[in-house]
């Protein structure tokens, strides 16, 4: 009964984090990925281009080199990419990461951006907060919530009804802030347009400047506690560094997923079909390669004659922890594939298992429980291709 409960208990565990990015979603990867059909569900896509000329009933999560978005999402939307174009409402959240960034259609929810060069038209409502980390950003829209930016050369040219906290080398102000402000700059210089309807605390690096022409019933406090500590940090490098690294990470783990996919084929598919029959055999056989495999290496390097062998399993110690999601990932998409008998190609296999990467990686911010989806889940694959590779007899293994 005992074996029953954790075997009942495991597969709940496994199907929760297997089911959770693809259940009621589209998927589409390809070289450039072209959308002319509304989509009901989730769109996950990947591609070296993506544009959406769909209205998405659901949420949209994009990884590519070039991305625009032409009609209405009524989800959020997640895009990371080199170059970003919003080009249409997004009726929920926006979350957007790349180098140079456009958005030229209203948010109801919140926008946050990490970017390089970031441009919101004038024509655009953020309902919500709008938080941005940049180098050259300029808001020339219109935002009801609170605004945060970290940039390098900040112009806020719209309208801004709630508070407002900017840290930057450069800022302009050629537009309305009704909510209380805190202005960080080295340099601070205003527009015609500018007005303050709220009190400002502020610092610049040459001390008070005149706000009296550009306030409206509120007072100005020129605050040495807002200095901007480390005055050489380039906030530009900064916004479009993040930016890259972002897309460096999402790129290099796609990148290794197609690698593992394309070269290894064959082995994770014999994988999907083995871990089918026996998910608690193959978790014991995962939790004692993680267990055993360093303490032998440990036993092999303290003899001399042992060391080539202890140094060889380390190195495979370190190959299983750098890239354990990343094979986790390749073989449960197989299994899915396998499972529930779909027709995909190795490109949607590939984008099925960047996206059980990001569910993984997701799941351990929760305590506790997410770590402990990640060890079945990751001990379950692993002892699946230690039985296939080393344990079974090759007649044993299904062609």
Same mark, same amino acid.
């Given at each position: 009964m005992k074996k029953k409960t954790f075997k009942n208990l495991i597969l709940a565990f496994a199907t929760a984090i297997i089911s959770f990015p693809v259940n009621g979603a589209d998927f589409k990867a390809d070289r450039d990925v072209v959308l002319n059909k509304d989509i009901d569900n989730d769109l996950y896509a990947a591609a070296a281009s993506v544009t959406s000329n769909s209205v998405i009933y659901g949420d949209l999560v994009v990884a590519a080199g070039k991305i625009s978005v032409n009609d209405t999402v009524h989800g959020d939307i997640?895009?990371?990419?080199?170059?970003?174009?919003?080009?249409?409402?997004?009726?929920?959240?926006?979350?957007?990461?790349?180098?140079?960034?456009?958005?030229?259609?209203?948010?109801?929810?919140?926008?946050?951006?990490?970017?390089?060069?970031?441009?919101?038209?004038?024509?655009?409502?953020?309902?919500?907060?709008?938080?941005?980390?940049?180098?050259?950003?300029?808001?020339?829209?219109?935002?009801?919530?609170?605004?945060?930016?970290?940039?390098?050369?900040?112009?806020?040219?719209?309208?801004?009804?709630?508070?407002?906290?900017?840290?930057?080398?450069?800022?302009?102000?050629?537009?309305?802030?009704?909510?209380? !402000?805190?202005? !960080?700059?080295?340099?601070?210089?205003?527009?015609?347009?500018?007005?303050?309807?709220?009190?400002?605390?502020?610092?610049?690096?040459?001390?008070?400047?005149?706000?009296?022409?550009?306030?409206?019933?509120?007072?100005?406090?020129?605050?040495? !506690?807002?200095?901007?500590?480390?005055?050489?940090?380039?906030?530009?490098?900064?916004?479009?560094?993040?930016?890259?690294?972002?897309?460096?990470?999402?790129?290099?783990?796609?990148?290794?997923?197609?690698?593992?996919?394309?070269?290894?084929?064959?082995?994770?598919?014999?994988?999907?079909?083995?871990?089918?029959?026996?998910?608690?055999?193959?978790?014991g056989y995962g939790v004692l390669y993680f267990i055993g495999l360093p303490l032998l290496a440990v036993f092999f390097m303290v003899t001399i004659i042992g060391i080539p062998i202890g140094l060889l399993l380390m190195s495979l110690v370190g190959f299983s922890a750098l890239f354990a999601f990343s094979i986790t990932s390749v073989m449960w998409a197989n299994w899915f594939k396998y499972k529930y008998n779909k027709k995909w190609n190795n490109w949607m296999v590939i984008l099925i298992a960047a996206l059980l990467f990001l569910g993984l990686r997701i799941i351990l911010f929760i305590p506790a429980a997410g770590l402990l989806v990640n060890l079945i889940v990751i001990s379950m694959a692993f002892g699946t291709l230690l039985n296939i590779l080393v344990l079974k007899k090759p007649e044993e293994v299904k062609e």
């Open positions: 997640m895009l990371a990419g080199s170059d970003l174009l919003v080009n249409s409402p997004v009726l929920d959240d926006a979350k957007l990461f790349g180098e140079n960034i456009n958005v030229l259609g209203n948010v109801k929810g919140d926008l946050i951006i990490f970017g390089g060069l970031i441009e919101i038209n004038k024509d655009v409502t953020i309902e919500r907060d709008l938080i941005v980390f940049g180098g050259y950003v300029v808001v020339n829209g219109k935002v009801n919530g609170n605004v945060i930016i970290k940039g390098g050369q900040v112009s806020l040219n719209g309208i801004v009804n709630g508070k407002v906290d900017v840290d930057c080398e450069e800022l302009k102000i050629d537009g309305e802030i009704n909510g209380p !402000s805190e202005l !960080s700059a080295m340099e601070i210089e205003f527009g015609e347009g500018a007005r303050f309807r709220s009190d400002v605390r502020y610092w610049t690096e040459d001390g008070e400047i005149d706000f009296e022409p550009y306030l409206s019933g509120a007072t100005a406090t020129y605050d040495r !506690s807002l200095k901007i500590e480390g005055k050489d940090i380039n906030w530009k490098s900064f916004g479009a560094g993040l930016a890259g690294f972002w897309l460096f990470f999402t790129l290099s783990v796609f990148l290794v997923i197609l690698l593992l996919q394309l070269l290894f084929r064959k082995v994770f598919e014999k994988a999907a079909m083995d871990v089918s029959g026996a998910y608690v055999r193959n978790f």
